[in-house]
Each structure stands twice: as structure tokens, then as C-alpha cells.
């Protein structure tokens, strides 16, 4: 990806201060989600954090709301994620809610506003040379992928659609991106995949 002025200079300090704004604006949404996570969970926690892969695969920690429970089979292991989401984590996951602590990430310049989702550690063997070019800008709390069918889309049109964005990130594109964004949150589409409480995991191309 050759850098413009925009990705160079002022993607940045725009994210940066639209993330402080935006966790100011939805700082009532954000405590009274804390609070009623901390009663539907139920002592599990109320914030998921995990390792991810950020811009050229540096690996930093990613912050959420927890909308699943710990809840364990007779061997130790998690349940499946249907029957570990939580009926306020339903409603959480459903209008994006989980996806607003990430703007601390945005603060700390691990993620950007807009930009290919981060996913997991263990994918990064997977990754063909071209999907592995996601990398090449940091991962974002939404992105093009997510505003043209979020997980009910396939991994291979998902990855085709982050580096359409790696390859035409500007501006115009983000500011695309964020009223997209405003519209699928309120439409809810794309939430999981069929059948899936939110998306099978990532296998690989074969």
C-alpha cells in the first residue's frame, strides 16, 4: 500500500480524537452496560481481552464487552458459544454495544476507527500472501467487510473485501465506511453467520 497524506498524517489524529469524543458521548451507554453485565455474568467478568494482530502483525490486546459466560462442560472445556451468550450479551452483541471499549484501543494507536477487523493469533499461518496484506494498515472497529455483510459473509469474500480497503483507504473512504457503519448497526444484519452463534473459525484455504 503506498502511504497518502491521509493515512501518513491525519488518520491518526482524527481517529484519536473522535475516540476520545465518542467514549465522552457514550460514557452513560458504557457504564450501564458494565452494570448489567456485571449482574449477567454473574462474577465472569465484564470486559474480554485477548491478543490480536495489529498493523504489520505487532500483537497487542484487544478490549470488549464479554457477552458470553464461562461456562463449562463435564471436562473443563467452554461450552459452545450459543449456549454461553448471555441474554443481555445477546442484546449487547446485537447493536454493536460490545465493540465500544475497542475506542481505547483507537486512544492507544493499537486499532484505527476504520480498518479490517483483527482476528486471531492463530490465523496468521493461514493467510495466503495476498490476504496477509490486511496487515499493512491497523485493524479497525469496523470496516469495509463489516458494512458488506459483517459475519454472514464468507472468509474468502471478507478478506477480498479488507484488501479492496487496504488498497483504496482515503478520507472519502472512511467517512463511507462510518455512515455505513451507522446504518448496519441500526438494521442489525450481519450479526452471525447461519446456523452460528456468531462465525465458524477461520480453517485455512483448502
Excluded at 463435564?74 to 475506542?103: F, N, W, Y
Excluded at 482476528?119 to 493467510?127: C, D, I
Excluded at 458488506?148 to 483507504?169: C, M, Q, T
Aim: charged share 25%; with cysteine.
Amino acid at each position: 500500500m503506498r502511504k497518502n497524506r491521509y493515512t501518513r498524517y491525519l488518520k491518526y489524529p482524527l481517529d484519536f480524537f473522535i475516540a476520545a469524543f465518542l467514549i465522552l458521548l457514550t460514557s452513560p451507554v458504557l457504564l450501564s452496560t458494565i452494570l448489567l453485565l456485571a449482574i449477567a455474568n454473574r462474577g465472569d467478568g465484564i470486559f474480554f481481552l485477548q491478543e490480536r494482530p495489529g498493523k504489520d502483525g505487532k500483537i497487542f490486546r484487544i478490549i470488549k464487552f464479554k457477552t458470553m459466560n464461562d461456562r463449562k462442560n463435564c471436562h473443563g472445556e467452554l461450552l459452545p458459544d450459543d449456549l454461553r451468550m448471555t441474554s443481555i450479551g445477546k442484546i449487547v452483541r446485537a447493536t454493536s454495544i460490545d465493540e465500544l471499549p475497542q475506542l481505547f484501543n483507537v486512544l492507544k494507536g493499537d486499532m484505527a476507527l476504520i480498518g479490517p477487523r483483527p482476528l486471531l493469533v492463530q490465523y496468521l499461518p493461514l493467510y495466503n500472501e495476498e490476504q496477509a496484506r490486511r496487515y499493512e494498515v491497523r485493524p479497525g472497529i469496523t470496516g469495509w467487510a463489516q458494512v458488506n455483510g459483517r459475519n454472514a459473509i464468507s472468509w474468502r469474500k471478507k478478506f477480498e473485501l479488507d484488501i479492496w480497503y487496504v488498497n483504496h483507504v482515503s478520507f472519502m473512504t472512511d467517512m463511507m465506511i462510518f455512515c455505513k457503519t451507522i446504518k448496519c448497526v441500526i438494521s442489525r444484519k450481519g450479526i452471525s453467520q447461519k446456523g452460528e452463534a456468531t462465525m465458524k473459525p477461520f480453517d485455512g484455504n483448502n
